[in-house]
């Protein structure tokens, strides 16, 4: 779920060179920091795209393996790929551990490098790092290796709904002073890798896939709402997860950042535990038209 560098402040991918400090240090806190996709989310996926153990499923930006683990079990087999040796580490390790290595391989390239000698899929999916990529020539390359009536299925949190964790047992991650912390560390700008990236992730993903030549698109939100218990080393990890604020751009101030860190939460909740509201999930579903 990570692709292309961006050039200084402008937001614009680089698409010759990849930063590979982009989430350098960040793949040991992604899966426990990280909130969960909404329950129910593999059920549907099964329904909607009638999966039933056999096809071949290719994970674009997989990270650490989240989606392409979960779905692996209606799937022959399973392709996660990703530039960051880290996040494929721990993917294998997790594949291990749940005993998919037979059915899971992991390949450590860019999106924009695909096809990659890869063959073809009946499904490619995108856990929230189809931006990071060059949107057009990923889709298009894509489109080629998913077999006719193939589908390209975009997974992402619902950022159309408001979660609140008012009524919950526990206080709330306090987002905006944890946020004012990191930029007092490292400025006012959000840092990725080597260089910084605006707020927000490009739009016009409907015509990008258009563009591809996909035939039709439908839409699925997944719902959340579930109370989650967050520990203080749960959300000390999704700081640590984030590309913005990945430990290696704290260099030599990561300690002091931390303590600080663990200072504010523990000054939120002194009994180090948080409520938050996991999120709907939207399931975006772009199908190859058969030949």
Known sequence: MRDPAFKGRTGVPEKDEWDDTLFAGTAAYYRRGRLPYAPGLVAVLGEVLQLDGRGRLLDVGCGPGILALDLAHLFQEVVGLDPDPGMLAEAERTAGARELRGKTRWVRARAEELPAGLGTFTTASFGQSFHWMDRDLVAGTVRDMLRPGGSLVHVADDKSEVRSAEGLPYPAVPHERIDALVRRYLGPDRRAGRGTVPPGVPGNEEEVLARAGFASRERHVVPGGQALERGLDDVVAEVFSMSYSAPPLFGPNRSEFEAELRALL??????????????????????????
């Open 266 to 291: 523990r000054a939120t909740s002194p009994a180090g535990r948080f409520s938050e509201r996991r999120p709907s999930t939207e399931v975006r579903i772009w199908r190859k038209a058969f030949a």
